[in-house]
């Protein structure tokens, strides 16, 4: 019984903490330390094995610190651990292994990332 206790417990610790981190349509994830939030529009994936693509699709962000994380809707991989710098809302970068450009605030999310020959795209409002 004790077990069960402990486990609704923190159950009930994580539902509350992803409530109260959840942010408002008026946030900008660049004034937070930690943000989540949805952005609705067109999102795509290709590589040379598939092809994925959705004029309706959405990106949930979830920011920790300078780390960003971008899950994609319709099967699309998501993109995890980009670092943006902190009071920046545009990410910049072109390396030997991956590209990118990743644009957010708190109305719109632009993203155009490549890596190891696939391209990841979205562009996207809130």
Known sequence: MKNYLKFFGVLFLVVSAFSFVACSDDDDPVDNDIFVGRY???VSYASEDETKSADNG????VKV?????FAFSDGIPN????????????GIMIGSTETHYIRINANELKIL???DGATWTANCTR
């Open 65 to 69: 610190g300078d780390k960003y994380n």
């Open 79 to 90: 993109i995890t651990g980009v670092e943006i710098e902190k009071d920046e809302n545009i």
């Open 58 to 61: 959405h990106v949930q962000v």
């Open 113 to 115: 990332y490549l890596k």
């Open 40 to 42: 609705n529009g067109a």
